[in-house]
């Protein structure tokens, strides 16, 4: 195995495509290599997006300025679809609580009033919490900046699908109709979450295809690539997208690319952190089959990662769930303790 490099790869979407609209090679080739053996790269390049930035981030810091009375109008505890904010130190990751606070959101649907008693993952849909009288304007920057990574998220995929010598289209039908995307507005806040120590969120990989990670100037994000020891910074570009690989291509693909884990290090005491995550995800009835890599490729599938603590799983919504109830559990308390009951 070649030598794992100290830094992230940087790709640039607007170099993807040839005039005649098929993936350029060269992309194609970068694009492979950073996904097989990192998992993660940094991508500019991605179209009117790159503008909404700062505007996002503007707005982003004025939700956690509001008052904490404010903020607690969108308690994610009110919420049985795990929306909304979730207060300083109750995330809980590894068994400890997070150094952040956040707000969550993703599609804005209906709840499913009815569904199978064996998949209780609709429950994951329903309406979002956005301070729409103290702040209006945070859902719909919200909103249309998931737009847009929805289209990013997807010619991504496209791509990835291409360097794994498949068609473009082949992971495409899992999120025709309602793609279960998700995604957060993260506070995090240095020496505050005495519990937490250290941990802004600890080491932990994604539940769908690919998240597309914004963060701030401060940095504190790092990856371990399969089969290392070794945490390798991701330094803060600006406005650059961090994307890295969910849990559903390493079922995908048998390991030949992995969901690398990750892990965000609490910033100083009195420094703020800021990072707006998107996660491309599919529908949550979709089960993700195995892909028939060609023989070059699959002789260096690793396999999936077997962490009993952990499974992963090829249905979508039940991925995705098993994550939330570990990560709330005061929510999951509060409305789905039958669940509990069964885990």
Do not use: C
Not at 226 to 243: C, K, Q
């Amino acid at each position: 195995m070649s030598a794992i490099p100290q830094s992230i790869p940087v790709l640039d979407l607007s170099t993807a495509r040839r005039p005649d609209g098929t993936f350029n090679p060269e992309f194609i080739d970068q694009l492979r290599e950073a996904t097989h053996r990192i998992g993660f790269f940094q991508l500019v390049g991605y179209g009117p997006a790159e503008q909404m930035v700062e505007p996002l981030f503007e707005v982003t810091k004025r939700f956690f300025d509001l008052p904490l009375e404010d903020r607690l109008e969108l308690d994610n505890r009110r919420s049985p679809h795990f929306r909304g904010y979730t207060r300083l130190g109750t995330e809980i990751t590894q068994g400890r609580p997070d150094a952040r606070e956040q707000v969550d959101f993703g599609p804005e649907r209906e709840p499913v009033a009815e569904y199978p008693a064996d998949q209780p993952y609709w429950l994951v849909q329903g309406p979002n919490l956005f301070p729409d009288t103290k702040l209006p304007e945070l859902r719909e920057a919200s909103m249309a900046w998931a737009e847009e990574m929805s289209r990013v998220g997807a010619e991504l995929l496209s791509a990835i699908a291409v360097s794994l010598e498949l068609p473009e289209d082949h992971f495409t039908e899992p999120f025709e109709g309602t793609p279960a995307w998700m995604a957060k507005l993260i506070h995090y806040v240095g020496g505050v979450v005495q519990e937490a120590g250290t941990q802004g969120v600890g080491s932990h990989a994604d539940y769908g295809f690919v998240t597309l990670l914004l963060q701030d100037e401060v940095g504190g994000l790092e990856v371990r690539p399969h089969g290392t020891d070794t945490w390798i910074p991701v330094e803060p570009i600006p406005g650059a997208l961090v994307v890295n690989l969910g849990e559903m291509l390493e079922v995908a693909t048998q390991g030949y690319l992995s969901a690398t884990i990750h892990r965000v290090l609490a910033p100083a005491p009195g420094v703020d952190r800021y990072a707006i995550p998107f996660f491309w995800s599919p529908r949550l009835d979709s089960v993700i089959d195995p892909v028939q890599l060609p023989p070059a490729l699959a002789e260096q599938s690793r396999g999936i990662s077997d962490d009993p603590e952990n499974p992963m799983l090829a249905s979508y919504g039940a991925n995705v769930l098993k994550g939330w109830l570990r990560a709330h559990p005061q929510v999951a308390e509060l409305h789905h303790p039958h669940l509990l009951a069964k885990k």
